[in-house]
């Protein structure tokens, strides 16, 4: 079975500090990990995805498969960063069904 | 290009009702799927439809069911309705059904069951 823990519920954190969102998973095979983002009053959206090995608004994250994590980081956050942030894992098994963590909610202050 | 779309917005309904929910996938998408989102907890799968066939469904009772129509926008219904089923649905469109295909999201239809 597939399973998403996003540990923390929120993130507090003053603006130019860096930000670390975790993200555990358990699948046996070979998971897809994405980090979507939701901002206030907006719809869900996909932020970034292990396979492509992008730096999207200065987030990062690094698959790593012995610890099965797939953390999200950001040297310097912004006040724009606020928002909700969800983990998810998909599954060639699966097909295209997204399994979500409990997400994270991230408040840069000012 | 429009995006995904969903209606109603809102909704209200009464125990042992039953509901219908509505999305319409962004265009030249094929694939549909549908979350529950609990408040405080991250969206639930519950089925994806692809080409207008089930391609997978979560871990709901059988009084969930969908439909997906030859423009492939969906429906979701529910039967019974009971106090649990008060969640934000969600519904995402994406090119295809393979692993890889970015899933777009609507901004969802939250239903309340009184």
């Known amino acids: 079975a597939q399973r998403v823990t996003q540990p923390e519920k929120l993130l507090s954190v003053f603006k130019g500090a860096p930000v670390e969102l975790k993200c555990n998973y358990s699948?046996?095979?070979?998971?897809?990990l994405f980090w979507y983002v939701q901002y206030s009053r907006q719809r869900l959206q996909l932020l970034l995805r292990?396979?492509s090995r992008e730096s999207i608004k200065g987030f990062t994250a690094d698959l790593n498969k012995g610890e099965t994590s797939f953390h999200l980081k950001k040297p310097f956050a912004q006040e724009e960063d606020s928002a909700m942030y969800y983990c998810?894992?998909?599954?060639?098994?699966?097909?295209?069904?997204?399994?979500f963590g409990g997400g994270t909610r991230v408040l840069v202050k000012p | 290009e429009t995006g995904v779309t969903q209606s109603p917005t809102h909704l209200i309904k009464t125990r042992g009702q039953q509901v219908t929910l509505r999305c319409s996938s962004q265009?030249?998408?094929?694939?549909v799927s549908w979350y529950q989102q609990a408040l405080g907890q991250g969206p639930q799968f519950i089925f994806q439809?692809?080409?207008?066939?089930?391609?997978g469904r979560g871990n709901f009772p059988p009084r969930f069911s969908g439909l997906q129509f030859p423009n492939y926008s969906s429906e979701l219904n529910v039967n019974a309705l009971e106090l649990d089923d008060s969640a934000l649905y969600l519904c995402?469109?994406?090119?295809?059904?393979?692993?890889?295909?970015?899933?777009?999201f609507g901004p969802g239809t939250r239903l309340t069951v009184l």
């Open positions: 995402a469109s994406s090119l295809a059904a393979g692993l890889g295909n970015e899933q777009f």
């Open positions: 998810a894992l998909a599954s060639k098994a699966a097909g295209n069904k997204l399994t």
């Open positions: 265009s030249g998408h094929n694939t």
């Open positions: 699948y046996s095979g070979s998971p897809e």
């Open positions: 292990h396979i």
């Open positions: 439809y692809y080409r207008e066939e089930e391609n």
